[in-house]
């Protein structure tokens, strides 16, 4: 919501100082300055950028216009985690070796969408999971395993911003060729009345005014929006991370429970008394199945 209130203001601010000012909007109206611009810094990114990074890209700026992760996310996580640890507690670590198989058919993790909607998340619980089952790695060393594999995955996610600040980064640039060209044409009617000249002279510079307003203006701050919510969105593994290394050191499920809540912002962090609940439904629900 806070992206598109931004575009809105942008877009209101400049254009209401320019109409302030006494400009007339239709000089503004320059097709041909943005398909120059536009198309030159759509071909760029395709040409500096892998198919996979593109399609990233498409995918985290959609994103950005929902609401992200979530305080009730988080407790979501919570109780999963917590019915896994508890399961690994009461009938040993390879009790979960069926719901990792097939995340998709288990009984603990189908109640839970939004986990199972992030693929990387069930892929990381799943793959730490049965490097335990398999056995035989101190917590040290799987503690590292698991910051190798989210540092990987946080380098991948990070590549679509990095991209866009390239392209934003090229825009002025950009810009100021669309300018240059107008300014051909204008050379090329250099004899024509005073108001034909004067005409092409401000479309030419219309060209420079896209290409850094649409720099610094939307891609730069887009790009910076996406970085952030790579940095959020990085925070789920690393609560799936704390809370798994506490289980395999031993502590019981809700002492797990505490460090995965422990390592997140405090906007989307339950209460302790919140994730007690959340814990106490989880057993309650647990003993009503059972009977």
Same mark, same amino acid.
């Given at each position: 919501?806070?992206?598109?209130?931004?575009?809105?203001?942008?877009?209101?601010s400049?254009?209401?100082?320019?109409?302030?000012?006494?400009?007339?909007?239709?000089?503004l109206i320059?097709?041909?300055?943005?398909?120059?611009?536009g198309?030159?810094?759509v071909?760029?990114?395709?040409?500096?950028t892998?198919?996979?990074? *593109?399609k990233? !890209?498409v995918?985290?700026?959609?994103?950005l216009?929902?609401? &992200?992760?979530?305080?009730? #996310?988080? +407790? @979501? %996580?919570?109780?999963?985690l917590?019915?896994?640890?508890?399961?690994?507690?009461q009938n040993?670590?390879?009790a979960?070796e069926?719901?990792f198989?097939?995340?998709?058919?288990?009984?603990?993790?189908?109640?839970?969408?939004?986990?199972?909607?992030?693929?990387?998340? *069930?892929?990381? !619980?799943?793959?730490?999971?049965?490097?335990?089952?398999?056995? &035989?790695?101190?917590?040290? #060393?799987? +503690? @590292? %395993?698991?910051?190798?594999d989210?540092e990987?995955?946080?380098?991948?996610?990070?590549?679509?911003?990095?991209t866009?600040?390239?392209?934003?980064?090229?825009?002025?640039?950009?810009?100021?060729?669309?300018?240059?060209?107008?300014?051909?044409?204008?050379?090329g009617?250099?004899?024509?009345p005073?108001?034909?000249?004067?005409?092409?002279?401000?479309?030419?510079?219309?060209?420079?005014?896209?290409?850094?307003l649409?720099s610094y203006?939307?891609?730069?701050?887009?790009?910076?929006?996406?970085?952030a919510?790579?940095?959020?969105?990085?925070?789920?593994?690393?609560?799936i991370?704390s809370?798994?290394?506490?289980?395999?050191?031993g502590?019981?499920p809700?002492?797990?429970?505490?460090?995965?809540?422990?390592?997140?912002?405090?906007?989307?962090?339950?209460?302790?008394e919140?994730?007690?609940?959340?814990?106490?439904?989880?057993?309650?629900?647990g003993?009503?199945?059972?009977?």
């Open positions: 919501m806070l992206v598109i209130v931004g575009i809105l203001v942008v877009i209101g400049v254009i209401g100082g320019y109409l302030m000012e006494g400009g007339a909007l239709g000089v320059q097709p041909a300055e943005l398909v120059i611009i198309g030159a810094a071909g760029s990114l395709l040409i500096s892998s198919p996979v990074v *593109v990233a !890209l995918g985290q700026l959609t994103a216009f929902g609401t &992200g992760l979530t305080r009730e #996310d988080f +407790a @979501d %996580l919570l109780g999963l917590f019915k896994v640890f508890r399961t690994a507690q040993g670590i390879m979960l069926t719901h198989d097939k995340p998709e058919e288990s009984t603990i993790l189908k109640g839970h969408p939004k986990f199972l909607s992030r693929h990387h998340s *069930v892929a990381f !619980l799943s793959d730490s999971i049965k490097v335990i089952i398999v056995g &035989g790695i101190s917590p040290h #060393d799987l +503690a @590292d %395993l698991m910051a190798e989210l990987v995955h946080h380098e991948e996610a990070k590549s679509p911003a990095g866009l600040t390239r392209v934003g980064d090229a825009l002025p640039g950009l810009g100021i060729v669309a300018a240059v060209l107008g300014i051909v044409i204008t050379m009617a250099i004899d024509g005073p108001s034909e000249i004067g005409h092409k002279v401000g479309a030419a510079l219309v060209g420079t005014f896209l290409g850094i649409l203006g939307f891609l730069q701050p887009l790009s910076a929006s996406m970085e919510r790579v940095h959020d969105d990085g925070r789920y593994e690393q609560c991370k809370g798994l290394l506490a289980t395999y050191k502590l019981p809700a002492l797990a429970i505490e460090f995965a809540r422990r390592v997140l912002p405090s906007h989307v962090r339950p209460s302790f919140e994730t007690e609940q959340i814990c106490k439904a989880t057993r309650d629900g003993q009503a199945a059972a009977a």
